[in-house]
């Protein structure tokens, strides 16, 4: 339940910034669009993508991206094409896909002018240029699972979101969303059965820690029909899972992803 498929040699889609909106006050969404994304496969529950966005200072050489990918080529990519115009690259979540529209709504998190995505998703223009490369996903649903976990900070919330709205009606479990403030609660859909914890983190607080505490709180009846899903700052994945082995669920139903780490920029 790994990202198998992002092994597997992948083409390149275009597309153009359609719109922004600010979704919560720490959360960007932006709309892309493009004839390439009515071909773009589409996975559900948390699909994943390499996103090629410009550069701030405006110079940015997207025809140094390669056509096709692979392991290697994205490798090569990365090594030979010069950092001052290589288009800046981050992994994204699909947070809604409209295949026949050909449109991808991304959310990005939004530190003020911290990092690259985040200040490039709220000053984007209609028109600007990106390239999306599809990963597959990482979540497959078990018909096995008696009940469901998931625990993610603000960077999963694409992710988890995804893969609540595309699970099966009759799924229950418990969802733990850590979010920057209690207004970046978002709308969404899951089935009756699963139960959304949103918990705003206190100031200072590390991110993830707020989530991590609560997913241990969460009882496990039945830990060998558990499916669980952790996302986030490293720290919560890694520590969530130590947890969940340690109550007897089987490390193979436990996905989980550090998307990023405090002071880099995940790739």
Known sequence: MAFKDARRERGLYRAEVLRTERVTPHMMRVTVAGDDLTRLPHHGYDQWFRLFLPRSSGD???????????????????????????????????????????????????????????????????????????????????????????????????????????????????????????????QHEAPDGVEVRWIARDDGARPGSAALAALQGVPIDDPGTLVAYLAGEQALPAEGRRHLVNAGVPKNRIVFTGYWRLGKAAL
């Open 60 to 186: 940015t050489d997207f025809s140094a991206v390669p056509e096709q990918f692979g392991v290697a080529s994205y490798v090569k990519f990365l090594l030979n094409s010069p950092a001052a115009t290589r288009p800046v690259v981050r992994s994204y979540t699909v947070r809604a896909f409209r295949p026949d529209a050909g449109e991808v709504d991304i959310d990005f998190v939004t530190h003020g002018d911290l990092g690259e995505a985040g200040p490039w998703a709220t000053r984007a223009q209609p028109g600007e240029r990106v390239m999306l490369l599809d990963q597959g996903r990482g979540f497959d649903p078990l018909p096995s699972a008696g009940a469901h976990l998931f625990a993610g900070d603000e960077s999963a919330l694409p992710a988890i979101l995804g893969i609540l709205r595309d699970l099966p009606r009759d799924a229950r479990g418990v969802a733990v969303l850590e979010v920057i403030d209690a207004d970046d609660a978002q």
